[in-house]
């Protein structure tokens, strides 16, 4: 068992003694994490004691340690809730993309493989963004399955005395590991650890083949990660910046102030923060910080490409600060040479001008020439196979600024794209049906390509069921942008099966079944397109300019001339910052609920009459649940939310309840198996009257806050509606151990790679489950591997430091 808090129930002088030993051995190899640390003790380290391992599908038991000579000894320990376990019997399916990659012709082909290749390697980066211990226990499981394969390892394990639940727990973690891209969920940013005691797993790695080749270089990677592998300190529970979790897009002596600090250098600079990491350290008793790019390029001097660099020191609010380049090098440097190679198949000079901005990005470190990049993307239109890579999505960063490295490639699933073309269509005509005034709608709606894609490849820590790119606000407001919809994804991740339907009446599930699916391909068509794609920022430029007339627009709220808005170089998220992604995802969704009450839009996707309304109702059940589904991503102790998206539907949850009139209910019962349980229902009368009138008054308020830079105000706003608690008509911290108890983990899916034959790329599949997942990855880097593995080792060790 993994212990996370220790709980005495009548201590004694003896308990108190063997317990002592064990802390103080703990300490001895564990250094920083003595006594609040998660641990697997093993029995050598109890002195004696013995470990009854008890059955843990429940969010919490007891366990009891009994001594080796006598009963006596009896400790009531409270074990580590089960979200920080991946269960063995967790989705795992394969992306199906074999036709799709059948239909391209040799020279597509060769385009997506070298740009999936690009994709893979960059994504790497995530593992260095994600943890301090990512990147080694990635290297350490690389090394054991390029060794042996799950089935062969399952041998040894047997030998080394793991059951065969305990192994499936130990391919489940490497998959999720893989799937994640480090070892907090890339949905909840929760840690997750291994499923089987350390000192199974200890003897596993011992036992394998790679420790028996190298145990030197072996023993080094598993005693530098071992540790931190099965820690559930407190912070270390989550993601978060400071006290509140574990980041390492900061150092870890940065706090809330500290980004705030280097925001403003940034702004004052025109430098984003997107490809920055932050480490601050002291000189003098003054605090200095560095500012990291992601390059190739490792000197801090102009170099061939560029007229002056960027990089050297500054003086900023009496504050060194020093802009260096060169974070993730050597991962840069292969995507460089793949997006090189990726050009000479490139369909048109749109294309290859964007891969050539794309390369130099990367190579310099240059936001302003992925930007470039990013407009060569946009003017390429209705391209066979699409694809877009970057730091590009800020959730992960605790502060919202900085983005986590995605690459992926996919082909147009052209029966569905003819359905959001029509969407595209209708948006001018669907724009003004939106609830706030026209003064604060885009000047010109610049028609997307708006596209259904099979995913070949999607790099990175997660995949998600739709993109609206690119998040640069200059580009988006002036220019345009993309929307996607990830259509095999969406095929696989959102099957439900009736018996794992929580929360919902009876007579709601087979509908919901039917409908989830259709439902919410309306609601990413309309969530991407008119949600992230509508609304206008309020811009003073550098020289002054307004591109709105302050002298004569007004607030809605108010009635009074608008009095603030974003000047120079602040931006959404740079303003918003830590509530800028989940407000945004939650404008978004609103507007989707919004817009799929207009039977047109339904229309467009094949739905009238009385399947129109099952859709509409399936899609606004489907969000009051997932508001209840999304406490499962609140932390109770630092009161914060882990994912953008749940707070997000949380919130409309919220606003629903709140609208009142019999709307939406909301019950704590008794489940059948006399457990805690919760029901929630909706009245679909009252869908296009007292609902759509919550919304449309919600929704304005969260689009005039956004317009005008409003951040306390929006801030206070949404800030009121997240919060958890347990006064009111509802208490959702108690609702919220019901999830905990009756939640399931979020399916993992196993990707194909591509391979050169000559003159011919050939696809490799693997099949859906942990030892599928696990095969793609080893074969996924095996031309490179021991470098690649190094690389990682030294990126990880030169900043080790910047984590104590």
Known sequence: MILSQVMFGGPSSIVKLCFNRLLVRCSRSWKRYPTRMGFEPTRAEHNGLAVHRL???????????FSSSSSVLNLELKMVDSQYYLPNDIGISALDCGEAFRLLSPQEKMYAHYLSRAAWYGGLAVLLQTSPESANIFVLLQKIFRKQTPAQLEQVATAAGLSSEEYQAFLV??????????????????????????????????????????????????DSCSCLLYSLEDRQKQLGLGDKGITTYFSGNCCLEDAELAQKFLDSKKLSAYNTRLFKRENGGKACYEVRLASAVQKDCAVEGEC??????????????TVKRGDYAPLMEKVCYYLDKAQSY???????????????????????????????????????????????????????????????????????????AKLVSSAEVLLPELPWPRDYEKDTFLKPDFTSLDVL????????????????????????????????????????????LTFLE?????????????????????????????????????????????????????????????????????????IASSYEECRAECVGLYLCLNNPVLSIFGHDGQDAE????????????????????????????????????????RVLLEAGEGLVGLEEVTGKDGKPDARITLDRSKIHT??????????????VFKSTADVDGGRAMYNGYSAVGDGGAHNFLRLRETVLLRKEARKMFVQANSRVNGDSVELVEYEGSAAGLIRSFTERFDEDAEKLEADLVEMGKRDAPCWC
Not at 201 to 210: F, G, R
Not at 458 to 485: H, M, T
Not at 623 to 646: D, I, N, P
Not at 690 to 703: E, N, P, S, Y
């Open 55 to 65: 059955n843990h599908s429940a969010t919490s038991s007891d366990i009891r340690f």
């Open 173 to 222: 973690y490497a998959a999720g590991l893989y799937a994640n891209m480090g070892n907090y969920k890339s949905f909840g940013d929760t840690k997750f650890i291994p499923n089987l005691p350390k000192d199974k797993l200890d003897s596993l790695v011992k036992a394998s083949q790679a420790f028996q080749d190298q145990p030197s270089e072996m023993k080094a990677l598993w």
């Open 308 to 321: 002056n660099s960027c990089c050297g020191s500054f003086n900023f609010e009496d504050t060194e600060f």
């Open 346 to 420: 490139a369909a048109n000079e749109n294309q290859r001008k964007m891969l050539e901005e794309y390369s130099r990005s990367f190579t310099l470190g240059s936001i302003e020439a992925h930007k470039e990049g990013s407009r060569y993307w946009i003017k390429d239109k209705g391209p066979i196979v699409e694809s877009y890579i970057g730091f590009i999505e800020s959730y992960r960063d605790p502060f919202g600024s900085r983005g986590e490295f995605e690459g992926f490639v996919a082909v147009v699933n052209k029966a569905m794209s003819e359905r959001f």
């Open 457 to 500: 490849t999607f790099a990175g820590s997660g995949i998600p069921a739709g993109i609206n790119i690119p998040n640069y606000d200059d580009i988006r407001q002036s220019e345009g942008f993309k929307n996607v919809s990830l259509g095999n994804v969406l095929a696989v991740a959102y099957a439900t099966q009736k018996e794992k």
């Open 506 to 578: 009876e007579e709601d599930k087979d509908l919901f079944i039917k409908w989830k699916g259709p439902s919410f391909e309306v609601q990413v068509g309309l969530h991407e397109l008119l949600g992230h794609g509508s609304g206008k920022l309020f811009v003073q430029d550098d020289k002054g300019k307004f591109n709105f007339d302050q002298t004569k627009v007004t607030n809605p709220e108010t009635g009074e001339l608008v009095s603030s808005w974003y000047r120079g170089s602040e931006t959404w998220d740079s303003k918003f910052s830590t």
């Open 614 to 653: 099952d859709v509409v109702y399936i899609n606004w059940l489907s969000m009051v649940r997932a508001g209840l589904l999304g406490l499962e991503f609140y932390t109770t102790e630092s009161k914060s939310w882990r994912q953008a998206h749940m707070q997000a539907r949380f919130v409309i949850l």
């Open 690 to 703: 007292v609902g759509k009138h919550a919304i449309h008054r919600f929704l304005q308020k969260l689009q």
